[in-house]
């Protein structure tokens, strides 16, 4: 589950892509694993940590309208 946290915070990989890159082929198990591991979904994880997205960006840009 580290290299998928990596490709989360580093790459716009879709959740596939990453999950099938970190050797899962099962998208609810993967999910699963990975809530249990980190305590959010992919989703919410790269939301919260990605690298790519300027983290903060999102959300100021949000609170501006």
Do not use: H, Q, W
Not at 13 to 39: H, L, P, Q, W
């Amino acid at each position: 589950m580290e290299a998928a946290k990596r490709c989360f915070e580093n790459s716009r990989k879709s959740i596939n892509e990453v999950m099938y890159d970190v050797g899962y082929s099962d998208n609810k198990a993967f999910r699963d694993v990975f809530k249990k591991i980190t305590g959010l979904t992919p989703v919410e994880y790269r939301n919260k940590f990605s690298k790519m997205n300027g983290n903060d960006s999102y959300l100021s840009v949000f609170y501006y309208y």
